[in-house]
């Protein structure tokens, strides 16, 4: 097994289908790295939701906390 | 007991933690195969007597034009079992095969149009190979849009098993269509059954590429289940101790 061009430039060129080649290349791991990478996005995006979540509910009950004070008969 | 197997594979929280360990063996053994595949295929592979080189665009074609393929299978069969079973965690994986077959039918489209161009003079032809392809395409996109067309999530995963088993029909044409139509795409170069029309030199990197979209394929079909199942079962309390990174432990299946 040989590499089977003469130089990198043959090797980006390859006989004027380079651009072909590359481009289908380029593409296809584009694409797959989208794939690969998409669940961790959801990932980071369902974990800052349950923060926000968890951040809502703990206002909800320093309110609810506070307003019972409040009413508390002295 | 016989068809216990069966119940747990039915669980999400059992499908995560089984699937926890599998995913590093997973992204390295796709990521090694399809990195040597390409190198091997874009640097060593000879060149093709009568293409030249952009003949070497089979090596992600072919994978891709294969998974497209396969992918259908998977998500159509998920479809029927959830439908049939009543199984969730089956609907969840029929849309994460949704996704990755767009992907991969769109791949294999666009590597074959960009190899149409020097091959054949033109990036498009209606032909039967490509227009079913298109056609395999559009039923993936078809399924992705109906799961996110209704409120209800049930609804939405039947209507989609649905479409999904109907567009089945068009597997068998696209295998044939190269055989049943004249059409400029060749017909095909490995066979399991005779000796394939392709060089050993030629074939080796191929099927180290085929065997890395495989394996690629089961680590992405796998990670967007997980995430699924994590958005879907966000409530309970096994998901919001994975969000914290609490270690779960190996309770009932649940």
Same mark, same amino acid.
Request: glycine share 6%.
């Given at each position: 097994?040989?590499?089977?061009?003469?130089?990198?430039?043959?090797?980006?060129?390859?006989?004027?289908?380079?651009?072909?080649?590359?481009?289908?290349?380029?593409?296809?791991? +584009?694409?797959?790295?989208?794939?690969?990478?998409?669940?961790?996005?959801?990932?980071?995006?369902?974990?800052?939701?349950?923060?926000?979540?968890?951040?809502?509910?703990?206002?909800?009950?320093?309110?609810?906390?506070?307003?019972?004070?409040?009413?508390?008969?002295? | 007991?016989?068809?216990?197997?069966? !119940?747990?594979?039915?669980?999400?929280?059992?499908?995560?933690?089984?699937?926890?360990?599998?995913?590093?063996?997973?992204?390295?053994? =796709?990521?090694?195969? @399809?990195?040597?595949?390409?190198?091997?295929?874009?640097?060593? +592979? &000879?060149?093709?007597?009568?293409?030249?080189?952009?003949?070497?665009?089979?090596?992600?074609?072919?994978?891709? +034009?294969?998974?497209?393929?396969?992918? %259908? %299978?998977?998500?159509?069969? =998920?479809?029927?079992?959830?439908?049939?079973?009543?199984?969730?965690?089956?609907?969840?994986?029929?849309?994460?095969?949704?996704?990755?077959? +767009?992907?991969?039918?769109?791949?294999?489209?666009?590597?074959?149009?960009?190899?149409?161009? &020097?091959?054949?003079?033109?990036? /498009?032809?209606?032909?039967?190979?490509?227009? =079913?392809?298109?056609?395999?395409?559009?039923?993936?996109?078809?399924?992705?849009?109906? =799961? !996110?067309?209704?409120?209800?999530?049930?609804?939405?995963?039947?209507?989609?098993?649905?479409?999904?088993?109907?567009?089945?029909?068009? @597997? &068998? @044409? @696209?295998?044939?269509?190269?055989?049943?139509?004249?059409?400029? !795409?060749?017909?095909?170069?490995?066979?399991?059954?005779?000796?394939?029309?392709?060089? &050993?030199? #030629?074939? %080796?990197?191929?099927?180290?590429?085929?065997?890395?979209?495989?394996?690629?394929?089961? /680590?992405?079909?796998?990670? !967007?289940?997980?995430?699924?199942?994590?958005?879907?079962?966000?409530?309970?309390? /096994?998901?919001?101790?994975? #969000?914290?990174?609490?270690?779960?432990?190996?309770?009932?299946?649940?």
């Amino acid at each position: 097994m040989q590499f089977q061009f003469d130089s990198l430039t043959a090797f980006l060129y390859m006989d004027g289908h380079g651009i072909f080649v590359w481009a289908a290349y380029g593409v296809t791991f +584009a694409a797959l790295a989208a794939v690969a990478l998409y669940p961790r996005l959801q990932r980071r995006r369902l974990q800052r939701e349950l923060e926000r979540q968890r951040r809502i509910e703990s206002r909800r009950r320093s309110v609810q906390a506070s307003r019972a004070r409040e009413t508390e008969p002295a | 007991m016989a068809w216990q197997w069966f !119940h747990r594979l039915g669980s999400p929280r059992w499908f995560y933690q089984k699937t926890s360990a599998w995913m590093p063996w997973l992204a390295l053994a =796709s990521l090694l195969l @399809i990195g040597a595949g390409s190198i091997w295929g874009l640097g060593f +592979a &000879p060149e093709d007597a009568k293409q030249g080189n952009s003949y070497r665009i089979i090596y992600i074609h072919v994978p891709a +034009a294969f998974l497209a393929l396969a992918g %259908y %299978y998977i998500m159509a069969i =998920s479809g029927a079992i959830g439908l049939i079973w009543k199984m969730k965690l089956s609907f969840v994986v029929m849309r994460a095969a949704a996704t990755l077959g +767009a992907v991969l039918t769109f791949i294999a489209l666009f590597t074959g149009a960009v190899w149409g161009k &020097p091959t054949w003079g033109t990036y /498009w032809v209606w032909d039967a190979r490509i227009t =079913s392809m298109l056609i395999l395409f559009f039923l993936y996109i078809g399924v992705i849009a109906l =799961s !996110h067309a209704f409120s209800r999530e049930q609804v939405a995963d039947k209507a989609c098993a649905l479409l999904a088993l109907v567009g089945t029909v068009n @597997i &068998p @044409i @696209i295998y044939k269509s190269v055989d049943w139509w004249f059409t400029l !795409h060749q017909p095909a170069t490995i066979k399991f059954t005779q000796q394939s029309s392709i060089d &050993p030199s #030629m074939f %080796y990197p191929l099927l180290t590429m085929i065997i890395g979209f495989y394996c690629l394929y089961a /680590w992405t079909l796998i990670a !967007h289940t997980r995430e699924k199942i994590l958005q879907r079962e966000w409530r309970t309390s /096994w998901v919001q101790q994975v #969000m914290r990174g609490e270690s779960l432990s190996e309770g009932k299946a649940g």
